[in-house]
């Protein structure tokens, strides 16, 4: 088990904070201040994913550098999770990861479903991170790729209100082709999770390539990709539950990657 620990639960006191001093709909854009979503080629070999910028109001994350594995060969690295201070950034090899088993992308580590809308007959995948419980989520459509992380947490000493099943997640908007959402997950797992969906250019879907964007179409669910739009949810949460999740995480001392 790789442990990394967190000061005084940064993101976790910041976000509860912002529970209470928000309607719902501006919490994920009070956290997530920016976030370049990137397919690149770097000499042949295809990147996707992205680099966020979070504000965790003075407080910084821990420095953590992990490897995104394909999941029944953990000599084979497809990327990479990288966590410095207030950024978390994301890097996978498409090329790599369309040849690899994959992991049911459909729910996070708790057990609970991907906080993402998706149109019929697009599946996400999953590839673990490191050492740990964390996983890389992929999904594609005819004209949206998605992104996403859910990093997990040791739950020892948790409150009992972030012991019980729970998703809340907030959307946030960087620009009109680029959205996503941020949270915590709790349950049989406890984290955060972030997600970022971008609509394609033609430039980017020709740099994807229509066999690699059928093969992820297959890999997910035995069809070739379908149309429409992919999507990030935003829970709905009542003050009293909202009022809850702050005073849960405003218990918690240290947090350490699991």
Do not use: H
Not at 40 to 47: F, K, L, P
Not at 83 to 91: L, M
Not at 98 to 114: A, Q
Not at 168 to 190: C, E, H, P, Q
Request: glycine letters at 10%.
């Amino acid at each position: 088990m790789l442990t990394t620990n967190f000061k005084k639960s940064a993101l976790f006191l910041f976000l509860g904070a912002q529970l209470v001093g928000l309607s719902s709909c501006g919490v994920g854009s009070k956290i997530v201040k920016g976030l370049e979503f990137k397919t690149e080629n770097v000499a042949g070999t295809y990147y996707t994913g992205f680099d966020a910028v979070i504000d965790l109001n003075g407080l910084s994350l821990p420095t953590a550098t992990l490897p995104i594995y394909a999941p029944k060969d953990k000599s084979v690295t497809i990327g990479q999770l990288k966590i410095d201070a207030n950024t978390i950034g994301v890097r996978v090899d498409l090329k790599s990861a369309l040849k690899v088993d994959v992991l049911d992308g459909t729910k996070l580590p708790n057990g609970r479903p991907v906080p993402v809308t998706l149109p019929s007959g697009v599946l996400p995948i999953a590839f673990p991170i490191g050492g740990t419980n964390s996983k890389l989520y992929l999904a594609i459509s005819s004209e949206t790729l998605m992104a996403g992380v859910a990093v997990t947490f040791r739950d020892d000493g948790l409150p009992d209100f972030l012991k019980q099943s729970l998703n809340a997640f907030f959307k946030f908007t960087i620009a009109s082709n680029l959205t996503g959402n941020v949270g915590l997950f709790s349950g049989d797992a406890f984290g955060l999770g972030l997600f970022a969906v971008k609509t394609m250019g033609d430039a980017e879907k020709s740099a994807i390539g229509l066999s690699s964007v059928s093969r992820i179409g297959k890999m997910s669910n035995g069809a070739t990709v379908s149309g429409g739009k992919i999507d990030t949810q935003e829970t709905s949460m009542s003050n009293r539950q909202k009022s809850r999740l702050m005073n849960a995480v405003e218990e918690v001392e240290v947090l350490q990657l699991q």
